[in-house]
């Protein structure tokens, strides 16, 4: 399990869940039989990488020294990250991207301390209108 988030949908009924997993094709088939015997489960959909958007949100608590702060900020403009919070010692950046983009930001804030980490998980959809899934086709069920 990488990754696990969840959040309503339109329909305070339903909730969305986002789980990313790795794994060769039967442990990914297992996953989803198992995932799919549980009574709330409604539809499960594999939101294919060529065929989706992915992002992750992360708030990054960086020490800094006045001296320094610049250079925070600019590594946090080549990643077009927010600053969100400036303290006497430390600054909050705050990261919206892929996981890969993510990563590479809080790679180059390490050198510098990060006293605090909090990431989201990465939440996804599927492009287009081609898998949108109707939750009136559920209320019967409900």
């Known amino acids: 399990l990488d990754s696990f988030t969840g959040c309503d949908t339109l329909d305070p009924r339903f909730s969305r869940i986002t789980v990313v997993v790795h794994g060769d ?56 990250a927010n600053i969100i919070d400036v303290g006497q010692e430390s600054l909050i950046v705050e990261i919206t991207g892929n ?11 390490s050198n510098y301390e990060i006293l605090e980490l909090a990431r989201t998980g990465i939440a996804g959809l599927g492009r287009g209108t081609g898998n949108v899934v109707y939750l009136e086709d559920y209320c019967s069920i409900v």
């Open 25 to 80: 094709e039967q442990v990914l088939e297992q996953i989803e039989k198992q995932v799919s015997k549980l009574v709330d489960v409604r539809d499960i959909r594999e939101l294919k990488p060529e065929e989706s958007v992915y992002r992750e949100l992360a708030l990054i608590k960086v020490k800094v020294s006045a001296e320094k702060r610049q250079d925070v900020i600019a590594i946090t403009n080549i990643f077009r």
């Open 99 to 109: 996981q890969s983009k993510v990563d590479a930001c809080i790679n180059l804030l």
